[in-house]
């Protein structure tokens, strides 16, 4: 089985790489293959353009980047997506790559007189953000429950993707960061638990 890994942080060095990288390595264990989409690396544009537009409105073809990155996700049975909590949200490169990413005619099919159609019902997603605040913190100002409305309702179940991990990494400039990798591998290795090996 493979995964597509996407990170969304511009430093190499930090926590949410080393995440990163230890559910490549437990992919690596359970003897499945893996790629890394490292947004900020890589240069991706998460501008919405005019053209993007276009693709909306009238199913103009994608622009090349969009379509590499479709490529990407439709050559993995999982999506792993890593990435930092800013202002209780996903940071904007990765906000970006999901707009234009996930687009009418791919992620979903509908129109004015038709109902929504889901087309990502055969992709598993995990979702491992991490945050500097306390579970108190976010208990407190409900962000736990945004992010499953925003993010695994909002986006992955409009488009009939099914969440299967959607974890905060909190605590992780006070001491977590070491449990959080522990986490981050469990997750690699466990990611097709119960699916045949290719072999």
């Not at 998460?46 to 622009?63: E, I």
């Not at 050559?75 to 790559?97: C, E, N, Q, T």
């Not at 409900?142 to 992955?156: E, K, L, P, V």
Request: proline share 4%; with cysteine.
């Amino acid at each position: 089985m493979h995964a597509l890994i996407v990170v969304a942080h511009h430093d190499r060095q930090s926590l949410t790489h080393s995440l990163a990288a230890q559910v490549a390595a437990g992919l690596s264990a359970a003897g499945h293959t893996h790629e890394i989409a490292d947004l900020a690396a890589e240069g991706f544009d998460p501008r919405y353009s005019t053209a993007d537009h276009l693709v909306h409105r009238t199913r103009a073809t994608p622009p090349a980047d969009v379509l590499a990155e479709q490529a990407r996700i439709d050559r993995a049975d999982a999506l792993v997506i890593v990435f930092p909590i800013y202002w209780w949200s996903m940071p904007a490169l990765l906000k970006g790559w999901v707009d234009r990413v996930f687009i009418n005619g791919w992620a979903i099919d509908y129109g004015p007189d038709t109902p929504v159609v889901k087309k990502l019902r055969h992709l598993q997603v995990h979702l491992l953000a991490v945050g500097a605040a306390d579970e108190g913190a976010f208990d407190r100002h409900g962000y736990a429950n945004a992010m499953r409305t925003q993010i695994d309702y909002g986006i992955f179940d409009y488009c009939g993707a099914k969440v299967v991990t959607s974890a905060l990494l909190l605590e992780s400039e006070s001491g977590g960061a070491q449990a959080h990798l522990q986490k981050a591998r469990g997750v690699g290795q466990g990611l097709f638990q119960g699916e045949t090996v290719a072999g």
